[in-house]
């Protein structure tokens, strides 16, 4: 077993994992409501299928129960407070897109609103829902993309979170 050392701090998973993530703060919409997510990622190419982990205490969990369906609207780094506050209030309680100003743009193939300050959006329907501890993995296939015009892989800046209300974004990236 490795020594706790000068370099590596070891030990509690739960605490460094809530500490040093690296995940797009997305939004993740669903019916009027949307929450920020960052625990979610593309797991299949074709169909195309994304995982979002939820908790069942969100308002979003229960707009997902009604309408089975979700977008997820990837925002760019400018937008990080709003994606925090969107991640630390309830629809339940406010109307996130009144407090923080961003607008809805209509969906085409699904019924959750969307994000129109997003880099890109899909409209997913939910096919699959599994039990992951104290959250809830949905399983979701994209039936429709939204992409704004002009914008190079290059020069995108996505919003990235980094744990404890740190937000980040990507560098000029390397292609290999
Ligand atoms: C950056 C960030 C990422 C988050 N990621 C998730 C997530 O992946 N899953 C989740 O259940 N909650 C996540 N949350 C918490 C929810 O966004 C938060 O509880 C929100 O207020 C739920 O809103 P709702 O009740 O309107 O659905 C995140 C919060 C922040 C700030």
């Known amino acids: 077993m490795n020594a706790e050392d000068e370099i590596w701090e ?32 593309q797991v299949s190419a ?3 299928l994304f995982m979002i982990s939820l ?7 229960d707009k997902v129960q009604e309408t089975g369906e979700i977008a997820i609207n990837l925002m760019p780094i400018e937008h990080a407070d709003k994606v925090h506050y969107c991640g630390t209030r309830s629809g339940k309680k406010v109307d996130k897109f009144a407090e923080t100003g961003l607008t809805r743009r209509e969906p085409v193939k699904t019924s959750s609103v969307l994000i ?9 329907k939910v096919v699959n829902e599994v039990e992951a501890g104290d959250h809830q993995l949905i399983i979701a296939e994209a039936v429709y993309t939204h992409r704004k ?28």
């Open 10 to 41: 070891t030990g509690d998973a739960k605490a460094i994992a809530m500490e040093m993530q690296f995940m797009p703060a997305a939004l993740v919409s669903s019916g009027d409501n949307m929450m920020a997510a960052a625990w979610l990622s």
């Open 46 to 48: 074709s169909p195309p």
């Open 55 to 61: 908790r069942k205490s969100r308002h979003t969990y």
């Open 116 to 124: 129109e300050q997003a880099i890109v959006i899909y409209e997913c």
């Open 149 to 176: 015009k002009g914008i190079d892989i290059v020069d995108v800046r996505p919003a990235l979170y980094t744990g404890s209300g740190y937000y980040t974004t990507v560098m000029r990236p390397y292609k290999f």
